[in-house]
Structures are given as structure tokens and as C-alpha cells.
């Protein structure tokens, strides 16, 4: 598992990838992606393109990440999700509560 990140000034946009299984030993490394949101981030990406399988606790983590991104200025996009993992999304409703590119 590996999380990976690149803010993109230009367009004050964060992108976190996650790669292999995005489960509880990625907490730690997700929590310090998230940190790197400021003020003047507009947009979080989540690309899912590597990610291989999602638990409840990754979950809990995107979550966390939706009260942290809490200004109306500031958006979350998952993208490149596989059909295992967009199934596990829908499953607990998160297509409601994301937008799922």
C-alpha cells in the first residue's frame, strides 16, 4: 500500500493516490495526505486508479476527509475507481455523499 500526493498550485488542486489495498495500515499515511489541505485548496482528488480493495475503516477515512474539506469553496472528486471498489461505495451509500468521477 502507498499514498502518494501532488498539489498542483495552478489549479489549487490536491490529488492523493492510493495504491495497492486502501485499508487500516494506510490510516497514518492518509491522515498525513489530508493534512496537506489549506485554505486555498479547491478541490481534493482521490485517485483510486491503483487501489485494489477498500474495508469499512477506509471508509471511516474518507469520512474524515469530507469534515476536514468543510468549506463550500473546497470540493472531493474520487476518480478511476474500479468496479469492486465503486461497488463497495455504493453499497454504503458513498455515491450520495461523494462525487464519484
Given at each position: 500500500?502507498?499514498?502518494?500526493?501532488?498539489?498542483?498550485?495552478?489549479?489549487?488542486?490536491?490529488?492523493?493516490?492510493?495504491?495497492?489495498?486502501?485499508?487500516?495500515?494506510?490510516?497514518?499515511?492518509?491522515?498525513?495526505?489530508?493534512?496537506?489541505i489549506k485554505?486555498?485548496?479547491?478541490?481534493?482528488?482521490?485517485?483510486?486508479?491503483?487501489?485494489?480493495?477498500?474495508?469499512?475503516?477506509?471508509?471511516?477515512?474518507?469520512?474524515?476527509?469530507?469534515?476536514?474539506?468543510?468549506?463550500?469553496?473546497?470540493?472531493?472528486?474520487?476518480?478511476?475507481?474500479?468496479?469492486?471498489?465503486?461497488?463497495?461505495?455504493?453499497?454504503?451509500?458513498?455515491?450520495?455523499?461523494?462525487?464519484?468521477?
Open positions: 500500500m502507498a499514498v502518494t500526493t501532488n498539489f498542483d498550485a495552478s489549479k489549487s488542486i490536491l490529488t492523493i493516490k492510493i495504491a495497492g489495498r486502501f485499508d487500516f495500515g494506510a490510516h497514518q499515511d492518509f491522515r498525513n495526505a489530508i493534512d496537506q485554505l486555498t485548496t479547491k478541490q481534493v482528488v482521490i485517485d483510486f486508479y491503483a487501489t485494489e480493495y477498500m474495508d469499512s475503516s477506509a471508509l471511516g477515512m474518507l469520512l474524515v476527509l469530507r469534515d476536514k474539506v468543510s468549506t463550500s469553496s473546497q470540493s472531493i472528486k474520487l476518480m478511476n475507481i474500479r468496479p469492486e471498489v465503486r461497488k463497495i461505495l455504493e453499497i454504503a451509500n458513498f455515491d450520495k455523499l461523494f462525487n464519484l468521477g
